[in-house]
């Protein structure tokens, strides 16, 4: 992966940090990297609050060290602050000299102590969470008015945004507190508590963007601390926040001609047409060349669509000779049958294959049926179908199935996970809930054929189609339908090229990042 990419793109698990910080600490050291953590905390509530009385809820390791310095540079700015430990840190470490140079009070790490303050800075555990936090920490998180984290909330897992807590996880990760788990077992008696701020260093974690960490962290701060980039390329990180400058789509040129913007085909079957005037559509509205329709006898009943589509009436296997026709859309409005008709023939003509809908219902507990496909665009039903339920880590369980397919999969979703053979992965928050509307999918389907008949490698065509659809639906004002999708497809494609070109130069100054738009950081 090109380092710009590490730089601008990369979100490190926690497992990746800690290999981070092992570089870190023959360079920079762990220290000097607290102490600028901690002060980047301050600065943020400074920014972003009225003084007010603060509790520092400090854990035993670097988390915990994180916040002694943030209450020390509070109090220096003559903020009152007092802090409550969980536990001491281990002797002779960086955060028991961050505890040591903090002088303001002490008081009991209690429920009572964090009712008492206006503003609690939950530094507890951070990249070390390693499994759910006991009730005792978790009642006194509930009882906070305002909470901001450092880092990450202490009860949210920094590789998959999973809620920890008290082994309730499945009932409470979706949708915050709820008094009716699934398995009607009784729930803690607090309520999970929401975050007015996170404040993360380096780049912002997989659990910031993932569900339900997205919803939990309130404002996503990422501070600059002066993490070499070497040591955040030394852990090779795989997962990547999608936006444009991660792939690069391709503008107009003066020269082009349909053929080099691209030829996407689509088979077509009886029963549903919608689905696949949908796709169509979408690889229209977004910079297709030429979007020609393979209907053989049902032909008619395209004919009537929109005058800019080719309608082919002739046997695929003829509309196969044409090697100028090298992407093919096979699954949106197709049954089971149309599929068995249709995929292996593109297959077998080596054909770069997108398969959604029909075809991804037709390889249900048989994913091997797709073998040669270039992309599949599952949702979780359709995941689960084909590969099995992919529990609490969805990253993990799309990189699997990218593996052993051999094709990108793009597990669609608020937050869509576009997964490589290769193990890359990009997680996609630029979208919006007015996507979760019928065709919409079949929508995207059109949208990557257009990126792919441009020429982009496969992953790069899925991020980028997926980037776009996003951008699509939030600008395609309230309550739109799929078909409303379409006229904001050239310009979010657009966009896309804006962005790509405005992205930070080299040497503009550290790490910079984006998260889900809850919050633009850019170094000072
Ligand atoms: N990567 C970076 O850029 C930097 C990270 N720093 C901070 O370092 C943090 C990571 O520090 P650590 O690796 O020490 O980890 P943490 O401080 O997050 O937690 C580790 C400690 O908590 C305990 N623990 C974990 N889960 C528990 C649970 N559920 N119940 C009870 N105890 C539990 C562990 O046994 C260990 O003692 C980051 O989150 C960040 O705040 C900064 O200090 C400096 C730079
Ligand atoms: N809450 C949401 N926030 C953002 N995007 C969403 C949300 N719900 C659905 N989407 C997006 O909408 C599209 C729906 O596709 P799909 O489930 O295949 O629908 P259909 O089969 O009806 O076309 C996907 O791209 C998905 O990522
Ligand atoms: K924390």
Known sequence: MAMS???????PTPAQCSVMDDEARATVGIGTLMERAGWAVAREIRKQFRPCRVLVLCGPGNNGGDGYCAARHLERAGWPVSVAALAPPRPQSEAAAAASRFRGPHVPFTAESARRADLVVDAV??????????????????????????????FIDGTTGEVLCDGSHDALSGDGPSRDGPSGDALPDYALPDYTLTVTFVRPKPGHVLPAGR?????????????????????????????????????????????????????????MPGATRLAA?????????????????????YRLGAPGLVIDDAPLATLLEDVRRKVWLCGPGLTGAEVEASLPLLLDAGRIVLADAGALGWAAGNPGRLAGVAVVTPHIGEFTR???????DRVCAARRAARELDAVVVLKGSVSIVAAPDGRVALNDHASPALATAGSGDTLAGVIGTMLAAGMPRWEAACAGVWIHGEAGRNAGDWPIAEDLDRCLG?????????????????????????QDLAVKRPA
């Open 125 to 154: 555990f951070g990249a070390g969470l390693s499994r759910a936090p006991s009730s005792d920490v978790m009642e006194v998180l509930s009882a906070s008015r305002m909470l901001v984290a450092v880092d990450m909330p202490s």
């Open 281 to 301: 559509a979408g690889a229209r509205a977004s910079g297709a060349g030429l979007v020609r329709i393979s209907a053989g006898e049902n032909a008619c009943a």
């Open 5 to 11: 990419a590490i730089r601008d793109f990369s979100l």
């Open 491 to 515: 310009a979010a494609r657009a966009e896309a090229i804006r962005r790509d070109a405005a992205t930070v130069e080299p040497g503009a100054g550290g790490l910079a990042c984006e998260t």
């Open 386 to 392: 084909l590969f099995g339920a992919p529990g609490a």
């Open 215 to 271: 919803r939990k962290c309130g404002t996503v701060v990422c501070a600059d601390i002066g993490m070499p980039l070497s040591c955040l390329e030394a852990a090779r990180p795989d997962i990547f926040l999608n936006a444009p400058g991660l792939w690069h789509v391709p503008a107009m040129s003066p020269e082009d001609h349909k053929y080099t913007r691209g030829v996407v085909s689509l088979c077509a079957g009886a029963v």
